[in-house]
């Protein structure tokens, strides 16, 4: 039972590129979240899925794109990725609502020159 | 909008002392309120929920209060220890099924 995985655990971006960040829980749960960290602030809500094939925008959704691909798959896409994306990024899942025990995977960090 | 604040500066405190760590927050109401622990360069851990009907919750040497009068909320960890140094996160409902409004955090540095 790995709980929530994400990968890749670190990469570098030049300004333009694209890249998926991948998660994956194997608790069974409904819902999944993509959060961004930046030094100083709380996490921001980038985008979840209440359920396998919807999503919703959250807090701070421009710039990003996700899928779910299946009740154990979500993943965040940066079509053209900016310096403001630099950040920490954390997939978590939770067996149904927000206000529930959240469940982090170990986060990637994506640097963007 | 909603606003949730931390001690944005670290808290030292000497083994065996009690910690105490606040989250004060402004323009809502919650029905809901949690702790997380996160450890450097990884994810967030749930550590405790509190409801807006429970004025204190505890778990083995944590413990935490709510007063929806003052908009705030205590954490406390008694006989504090170096491995529980971490930062620590509040997280608020705000009356969506998906969404929490979360605190920057307060790094605790227990010195032995």
């Known amino acids: 039972n790995a709980g929530v995985t994400q990968t890749p655990k670190f990469q570098v971006l030049k300004t333009g590129q694209s890249m998926t960040l991948q998660c994956a829980q194997d608790?069974?749960?409904?819902?999944m979240y993509w959060y961004r960290q930046d030094p100083g602030m709380g996490l921001r809500l980038i985008y979840y899925s209440a359920s396998e094939g919807t999503t919703d925008k959250g807090e701070v959704p421009n710039g990003y794109n996700v899928s779910r691909l299946n009740k154990r798959e979500f993943s965040l896409r940066l079509e053209s990725a900016a310096p403001s994306q630099t950040s920490v990024y954390f997939c978590a899942s939770t067996l149904d609502r927000a206000q529930e025990t959240q469940y982090f995977g170990p986060g990637t960090r994506l640097l963007v020159l | 909008s909603q606003k949730i604040e931390q001690n944005s500066e670290a808290l030292n405190i000497q083994e065996g002392k009690t910690a105490t760590l606040t989250c004060n927050y402004t323009n809502y109401s919650p029905a809901y309120l949690q702790w997380y622990r996160q450890d450097p360069g990884r994810g967030p851990v749930f550590l405790l929920l509190?409801?807006?009907n429970e004025k204190e919750k505890r778990k083995e040497r944590l413990k935490v209060t709510f007063d929806t009068t003052l908009k705030q909320s205590l954490f406390h960890i008694t006989a504090s220890q170096p491995a529980d140094s971490a930062t620590y996160l509040c997280?608020?409902?705000?009356?969506?099924?998906?969404?929490?409004?979360w605190g920057a955090g307060t790094k605790l540095i227990i010195k032995p």
């Open positions: 997280a608020l409902d705000v009356g969506s099924n998906y969404q929490l409004i």
């Open positions: 509190i409801r807006e």
């Open positions: 608790m069974n749960h409904n819902s």
